[in-house]
């Protein structure tokens, strides 16, 4: 599957647009729609060009895929595309060994109806062990979509 125009919405709504390299929350350079590295799998660096809306737009579809790829592998049962959409938004904010070692993907993988599936993304709110915010609404806007049209 690939993430589908309302999946990278997802994305670039809770990531939002920076055109200079900043440091995220949990310290790693990012820039973009939180990009921390590019599609050659250079990081990003502190000292990097600004980017454009356009070349950020391009830099996401080109990384999001990484993501798809990893939401593909570990997600083993049938599901729509809007659970897939909000596994790789989680995914892409995580990173895929989070996903992968993630009880959200176990209970995804056991039944992806189960509606506890939605604790599963709330447990995912903090950096550096400190609830954030930003990561609440981006957990709770993942898990509606992912029981959109269920």
């Known amino acids: 599957m690939k ?9 670039k709504k809770h990531e939002g647009f920076r055109s ?11 820039v973009g729609y939180g990009n921390t590295y590019y599609p050659d799998g250079s990081k990003v ?28 592998k ?8 809007n659970q897939f959409d909000a596994l790789v938004s989680f995914a892409y904010n995580l990173g895929c060994g989070n996903l992968k070692k993630s009880t959200l993907l176990k209970k995804v993988n056991a039944n992806p109806c189960d509606i506890t599936i939605s ?22 806007d993942e898990a509606i979509l992912y029981f959109t049209d269920i």
């Open 3 to 11: 993430v589908s125009k309302q999946g990278l919405e997802v994305i």
């Open 20 to 30: 200079k390299p900043y440091l995220c929350p949990a310290g790693v350079p990012t």
């Open 45 to 72: 660096k502190m000292t990097d060009k600004p980017l454009s809306k356009d070349v950020a737009d391009v830099l996401l579809r080109l990384v999001v895929e990484d993501f798809e790829d990893c939401v593909n």
């Open 74 to 81: 570990y997600v083993q049962s049938n599901i729509n595309q």
């Open 119 to 140: 604790n599963e993304f709330a447990k995912w709110d903090k950096s550096g062990g400190k609830r954030l915010r930003g990561l609440t609404l981006r957990r709770h």
